[in-house]
C-alpha cells in the first residue's frame, strides 16, 4: 500500500510550515502522498523562504490523493491568512485547530490513513478559545476516545507518560493503581499492534526520588505503583521496576527494555529529549487513528529565518507511514 498522510499546517507563524515543506522534498512521493491541510497562502510564503520547489496540486476534500504530488488542501480559501513569523496570536491558533481537525476527520472517514501534526502553541489556541492543552487531548476529544497515552518515541528508546498535561503538584494525586494498569494495558497493546514487539518488556518508573527509598520518601511506590506491576504480570504484561528514575537513565539501563511507562510529563520527556538528539517523534497511542508529531514546538525565536531544522518532523511522518503499513494490511519488517 502507499499511505496517504494528512498533515496539519500548525501554528502558521511558527517552524511548522517550513519543516513540513523541507521534508517533503526529502520525500519520495511515490511511496506515500502527503496531504498538507492548511492555508496554500501560508504554504507559497514558507516554501518561498525555505527554497524549496516541490510538485503540489491544491485539492479538494473528497479528491482520490493521487502519488507523486504534495496535495494542498486550504480550509482558509475563504479567509484571508496573513503569515507574521515569530508573533504569537489568536487567529494562528484558531487555524491550527482547525487544521487539526480537518485532518482527524479525514483519518476518521477513512480518507487518510494517519495525520501528522506540526507544532501548536498552547498560549495561542487559548488565545482562541480552545480549553485543551495540547494536542493529546484535543484528539481525544475529536475522536471519542476517553483515555490516551502520550508516547515519545525514536530509534533506541520509547517513553510513555501515565499523567500528561497537569501542575506538578497534582501529580501525586492523579496517580492511581487503575491508572497505572491501564496504561500499562495500553502500552503492552501498543508496542505490539504499532511496534511489532511480539513480547514487550516495560520498565515502570518510581514517582518520588530513589523510587521512594523503601517508604522514607514516599509510599505511592509500594501502595500505587507495585500493586499495578503484579496485576500487569498476572495478566501476562511483562513489566518491571518501580525504578528510582535517576538511576535508571543514569546507568543506562533503559537499554535492556522495550518501552518505559514515566509517572509525568518531565520525568519522561527530560531524558527522552537529551538522548534524542532533535528526532525524538511524539505518537499518540489509543486513538482510533494513527497521530504522530516531531517533539518540539514552535520556535517562534527562529520562525520564517529558514534555519529550522526538519528531522523531527520527517522522523515523525516516517513512523506515520510505517505504522499506517501496519495497520492496514501490509507486512512491515
Given at each position: 500500500?502507499?499511505?496517504?498522510?494528512?498533515?496539519?499546517?500548525?501554528?502558521?507563524?511558527?517552524?511548522?510550515?517550513?519543516?513540513?515543506?523541507?521534508?517533503?522534498?526529502?520525500?519520495?512521493?511515490?511511496?506515500?502522498?502527503?496531504?498538507?491541510?492548511?492555508?496554500?497562502?501560508?504554504?507559497?510564503?514558507?516554501?518561498?523562504?525555505?527554497?524549496?520547489?516541490?510538485?503540489?496540486?491544491?485539492?479538494?476534500?473528497?479528491?482520490?490523493?493521487?502519488?507523486?504530488?504534495?496535495?494542498?488542501?486550504?480550509?482558509?480559501?475563504?479567509?484571508?491568512?496573513?503569515?507574521?513569523?515569530?508573533?504569537?496570536?489568536?487567529?494562528?491558533?484558531?487555524?491550527?485547530?482547525?487544521?487539526?481537525?480537518?485532518?482527524?476527520?479525514?483519518?476518521?472517514?477513512?480518507?487518510?490513513?494517519?495525520?501528522?501534526?506540526?507544532?501548536?502553541?498552547?498560549?495561542?489556541?487559548?488565545?482562541?478559545?480552545?480549553?485543551?492543552?495540547?494536542?493529546?487531548?484535543?484528539?481525544?476529544?475529536?475522536?471519542?476516545?476517553?483515555?490516551?497515552?502520550?508516547?515519545?518515541?525514536?530509534?533506541?528508546?520509547?517513553?510513555?507518560?501515565?499523567?500528561?498535561?497537569?501542575?506538578?503538584?497534582?501529580?501525586?494525586?492523579?496517580?492511581?493503581?487503575?491508572?497505572?494498569?491501564?496504561?500499562?494495558?495500553?502500552?503492552?497493546?501498543?508496542?505490539?499492534?504499532?511496534?511489532?514487539?511480539?513480547?514487550?518488556?516495560?520498565?515502570?518508573?518510581?514517582?518520588?526520588?530513589?523510587?521512594?527509598?523503601?517508604?522514607?520518601?514516599?509510599?505511592?511506590?509500594?501502595?500505587?505503583?507495585?500493586?499495578?506491576?503484579?496485576?500487569?504480570?498476572?495478566?501476562?504484561?511483562?513489566?518491571?521496576?518501580?525504578?528510582?528514575?535517576?538511576?535508571?537513565?543514569?546507568?543506562?539501563?533503559?537499554?535492556?527494555?522495550?518501552?518505559?511507562?514515566?509517572?509525568?510529563?518531565?520525568?519522561?520527556?527530560?531524558?527522552?529529549k537529551t538522548l534524542s538528539f532533535g528526532k525524538g517523534v511524539n505518537f499518540t497511542a489509543n486513538l482510533s487513528i494513527i497521530r504522530t508529531s516531531p517533539d518540539h514546538g514552535t520556535a517562534y525565536q527562529i520562525a520564517g529565518n529558514g534555519v529550522a531544522d526538519e528531522s523531527s518532523f520527517l522522523e515523525?511522518?516516517?513512523?506515520?507511514?510505517?505504522?499506517?503499513?501496519?495497520?492496514?494490511?501490509?507486512?512491515?519488517?
Amino acid at each position: 500500500m502507499k499511505p496517504i498522510i494528512a498533515v496539519s499546517m500548525g501554528d502558521y507563524n511558527g517552524i511548522g510550515p517550513e519543516i513540513a515543506i523541507k521534508a517533503f522534498s526529502r520525500l519520495d512521493l511515490t511511496e506515500s502522498t502527503p496531504v498538507w491541510i492548511g492555508s496554500s497562502a501560508v504554504f507559497d510564503f514558507y516554501r518561498t523562504s525555505a527554497h524549496e520547489n516541490i510538485p503540489c496540486q491544491l485539492v479538494e476534500e473528497n479528491t482520490d490523493f493521487k502519488p507523486g504530488y504534495v496535495h494542498i488542501l486550504d480550509p482558509f480559501a475563504d479567509v484571508p491568512v496573513v503569515p507574521e513569523p515569530g508573533k504569537l496570536t489568536g487567529q494562528a491558533g484558531e487555524a491550527a485547530m482547525l487544521a487539526i481537525q480537518t485532518g482527524a476527520e479525514l483519518c476518521i472517514r477513512g480518507l487518510c490513513h494517519a495525520l501528522v501534526t506540526a507544532p501548536i502553541s498552547k498560549e495561542a489556541i487559548f488565545k482562541a478559545g480552545f480549553n485543551f492543552p495540547g494536542h493529546t487531548e484535543f484528539l481525544a476529544h475529536l475522536t471519542k476516545t476517553e483515555h490516551v497515552m502520550m508516547m515519545l518515541v525514536n530509534d533506541q528508546l520509547r517513553v510513555a507518560l501515565a499523567t500528561i498535561h497537569i501542575p506538578l503538584k497534582d501529580v501525586s494525586g492523579s496517580i492511581t493503581t487503575e491508572l497505572i494498569k491501564r496504561q500499562l494495558r495500553t502500552l503492552h497493546t501498543t508496542l505490539i499492534q504499532d511496534s511489532g514487539i511480539s513480547i514487550p518488556k516495560i520498565a515502570v518508573l518510581g514517582l518520588n526520588p530513589h523510587a521512594g527509598d523503601g517508604g522514607v520518601i514516599g509510599t505511592e511506590e509500594s501502595k500505587i505503583i507495585q500493586p499495578a506491576i503484579r496485576n500487569a504480570a498476572d495478566n501476562g504484561i511483562y513489566a518491571d521496576g518501580p525504578f528510582a528514575a535517576d538511576g535508571f537513565f543514569g546507568s543506562h539501563k533503559y537499554k535492556e527494555y522495550d518501552a518505559i511507562l514515566a509517572m509525568y510529563h518531565d520525568q519522561g520527556l527530560i531524558p527522552f529529549k537529551t538522548l534524542s538528539f532533535g528526532k525524538g517523534v511524539n505518537f499518540t497511542a489509543n486513538l482510533s487513528i494513527i497521530r504522530t508529531s516531531p517533539d518540539h514546538g514552535t520556535a517562534y525565536q527562529i520562525a520564517g529565518n529558514g534555519v529550522a531544522d526538519e528531522s523531527s518532523f520527517l522522523e515523525a511522518y516516517n513512523l506515520a507511514v510505517y505504522m499506517a503499513k501496519k495497520r492496514f494490511g501490509e507486512p512491515v519488517e
